[in-house]
């Protein structure tokens, strides 16, 4: 079985927590935590393929005050980074945090989610921006980790690329 490091990563308040509370215990809760530091989950993926033990490592939200500390990142195979879709803020902090991830790590595969789809009526993430995301190469997932309305896609999908860049690196 395959161990992969995903880091989940993204501004404050953006649903991090719950959507790996979502995707490794199948729960939302509306009681909003403030991650200090980072937590560590794990889940078992089956892929065709391959089983894959993926361990989520819930990173505290990145603004003004709290960067992205470079040591949690080490040794990452994927990341989720997580934006709010109802939040423009988080949505202009998306390429800035992208190309910090990528300064760290290179060809680790990203998945993006635009999440709290559930709030169709407070969404500001447009077409246009989801349709030039799609455009550079980029996976962009809308999710709600509270109906959980494209988790399980968000995952599974973050897992293939995983396994594909694996694949790719053994077949050198």
């Not at 760290?104 to 595969?109: G, K």
């Not at 995301?133 to 962009?140: A, K």
Request: aromatic fraction near 6%; glycine fraction near 6%.
């Amino acid at each position: 079985m395959l161990v992969k490091k995903v880091c989940m990563v993204g501004p404050f308040a953006v649903g991090k927590t719950s959507l790996v509370k979502r995707f490794v215990e199948s729960i939302f809760s509306d009681k909003y935590h403030t991650t200090i530091g980072v937590k560590v989950s794990k889940k078992k993926v089956e892929l065709a393929q391959e089983s894959m033990q993926m361990m989520l490592w819930d990173i505290e939200g990145v603004d003004v005050f709290t960067e992205l500390k470079s040591s949690y990142l080490r040794g990452a195979s994927g990341v989720m980074l997580v934006i709010d879709g109802t939040r423009p803020t988080t949505i202009r902090q998306l390429n800035e945090l992208l190309s910090l991830v990528r300064s760290y790590l290179q060809e680790t595969p990203v998945v993006i989610l635009a999440n709290k789809f559930d709030l169709t009526n407070e969404w500001k993430l447009s077409q246009d921006d989801a349709t030039k995301l799609r455009e550079n190469g980029l996976t962009l997932i809308e999710t709600s980790a509270k109906t959980g309305a494209g988790v399980e896609e968000a995952f599974a999908a973050l897992a293939q690329a995983m396994l594909r860049e694996c694949d790719s690196k053994t077949a050198e």
